[in-house]
């Protein structure tokens, strides 16, 4: 039976029709079906025809696959969104719960997935996207609050673009749901001054609002630039500034992703309130910082295109449209799911489960790269295998801290290394190059999220997943930079001066994620090289004496 007031919105979805320069409208895809169309350590996107590094949630058509042309998501014969010419894919990282008392893993169940097109207030003419058009959001190797804060921004006339966070719907918010004190770097994040229901990073409450539990939020940037391959993920898009788009670009939809996680059937498990909480991305993230959302444009004809400028749906949702081009899902009993592309566990449903969880030694018939490394017990199913290594990203919780480790397991020998410690079973610790390209290594040094020590370039791009020093060193050289410096083993800084506090070698002690026989730096802590070498060390240290002997007196 259908309501009253499903039939208003229906009705009054049918009567507005097109965009609007004074005021946005919108229209919700919505997904039906038994969970996401598929879950696996797949990315098509980051890692094309291999074992992703993580697994993923992905929605969407079913010609989805390891490898995929700009045209290859067209061939679905079916989709989990509702519109029945939407073939596009839309992924995440997933999240599990980890037991406090066992340190094992559960796969934490999709609640449900809405993904919002905007048709924003502007003068531009806003057209459906490209055919293949590709989209990367948000950084997986962020363990740290953005420097831009809390709040979302999304056009440049407003500040540092920041698109993610996460939502915690409550029934009230008599308590907050980020502690008032919290600097994001104690196990949980920070509440956005404008939201007192939203934040970046995990919240330490349960989110408990009717339907609505933990909830993250991922915006996507809506200007096309035409002149840059639609495959070109890093350079294609850009946000707008002042509601618009640079001359020449294309002004698309603005999509949001709402991805929904039933974390409820946990909040007996664990107790809120006490700054921490349980919950780990599974790319091995306990803060929440390093979530990300993933895009590929596959709209058949131009069904898109209508909706722009004949539908103002709004939160009733784009199948409440009339005479959608391609029709529409009509049948709720129905799912549209693809088999896993590798044969591992990666979902177990209780913490007894997890604890004595193993994947399969061999991959499936989907997959044909080789042998696929064991997942299970207290590792987030996070592998990467590359040149003979595997890199398991191992997330250990005590009391007070949260231990972030990088197993490296090579022929004969296992190292590991942590921040704050490193170790070896073949005797051998993770070094880095003593001089790069002209710049020498000054030393480990203390970094800081509010005012990061190094800021001429902050969070440089040298490529996804593949920070070294090498790579950090010749990007700020290549920008006019003299001084270059790692962090938290996937971060790269650069700047003209050297950061002021020394810190002990020890602290800057985690693998590059691009070369895990080097170090990058650790948690808030610099390995630095600059390009006045030996003058450099000595200006440091005469620096860090001074201000000790400021200190004390």
């Known amino acids: 039976m259908v309501s009253s007031k499903a039939v208003v919105l229906a009705t009054l979805a049918s009567a507005v029709t097109a965009y609007d320069a004074t005021h946005r409208t ?14 696996g350590r797949v990315d098509p996107i980051i890692n094309p025809g291999q074992v992703s590094g993580h697994v993923h949630a992905i929605q969407g058509g079913n010609a989805f696959a390891m490898s995929m042309t700009d045209r290859t998501a067209l061939g679905a014969t079916c989709t989990s969104s509702r519109i029945n010419n939407d073939k596009s894919n839309y992924w995440t990282p997933s999240l599990y719960f980890q037991d406090p008392n066992n340190g094992s893993f559960t796969a934490v169940p999709m609640f449900y997935m809405n993904v919002y097109y905007f048709f924003e207030p502007t003068t531009d003419k806003i057209t459906q996207f490209p055919v293949g058009l590709r989209m990367v959001v948000g950084d997986p190797t962020l363990r740290t609050p953005p420097a831009t804060g809390a709040a979302s921004v999304l056009d440049h006339n407003s500040g540092k673009i920041q698109p993610i966070q996460w939502t915690c719907p409550r029934n009230n918010y008599n308590s907050p749901s980020y502690p008032a004190d919290s600097d994001g770097l104690h196990g949980v994040g920070i509440q956005d001054p404008n939201n007192q229901g939203a934040g970046v990073g995990f919240p330490d409450v349960n989110c408990d609002a009717v339907a609505s539990p933990l909830r993250a939020d991922i915006h996507f940037p809506s200007c096309y630039n035409p002149a840059v391959a639609v ?64 895009f590929l444009a596959a709209w058949e004809g131009n069904t898109l295109q209508d909706f722009i400028d004949n539908c103002d749906a709004g939160d009733a949702g784009m199948d409440t449209c009339t005479s959608i081009i391609g029709g529409k899902v009509l049948d709720d009993s129905k799912s549209c799911n693809l088999a896993p592309f590798v044969n591992e566990v990666i979902s177990v449903g209780s913490p007894s489960e997890a604890s004595s969880a193993t994947a399969a030694s061999s991959a499936s018939s989907r997959y044909t790269g080789g042998a696929v490394p064991a997942v299970g017990g207290n590792v987030v199913p996070s592998v990467v295998s590359s040149a003979g290594q595997v890199y398991t990203t191992m997330v250990t919780k005590t009391a007070a801290t949260i231990v972030y480790k990088t197993v490296t397991r090579t022929a004969g020998s296992v190292q590991t290394s942590s921040a704050g410690s490193s170790s070896s079973s073949s005797g051998s610790t993770n070094v880095s190059p003593s001089t790069i390209s002209g710049y020498s290594y000054t030393g480990c040094y203390a970094d800081n999220t509010s005012n990061r020590v190094l800021s001429g370039i902050k969070f440089a791009d040298v490529g996804l997943e593949s920070v070294t020093n090498t790579k950090c060193v010749e990007y700020c050289s290549a920008h006019g930079y003299s001084v270059a410096g790692t962090e938290y083993g996937g971060q790269c800084f650069c700047d003209n001066k ?46 860090h004496r001074h201000l000790n002997q400021e200190n004390s007196i």
């Open 231 to 294: 495959d070109n993920y890093k350079e294609n898009m850009d946000w707008p500034t002042n509601g618009n788009c640079p001359e020449g670009w294309i002004h698309t939809p603005h999509i949001f992703y709402e991805v929904y996680w039933d974390t409820l059937k946990f909040k007996d498990l664990w107790t809120p309130g006490q700054g921490k909480q349980p919950f780990v991305l599974s790319n091995g993230d306990p803060t929440g910082y390093g979530l990300h959302g993933d």
């Open 26 to 39: 919108f229209a919700v895809n919505h997904f039906y079906g038994n969970g996401p169309l598929t879950m």
């Open 498 to 543: 050297l950061p002021a506090t020394v810190l002990d070698s020890s602290k800057c002690s985690m693998a590059c994620e691009g070369d895990a026989t080097e170090t990058c730096g650790g948690s808030l802590a610099l390995s630095v090289y600059s390009k006045s070498g030996s003058s450099s060390r000595r200006m440091a240290r005469h620096l």
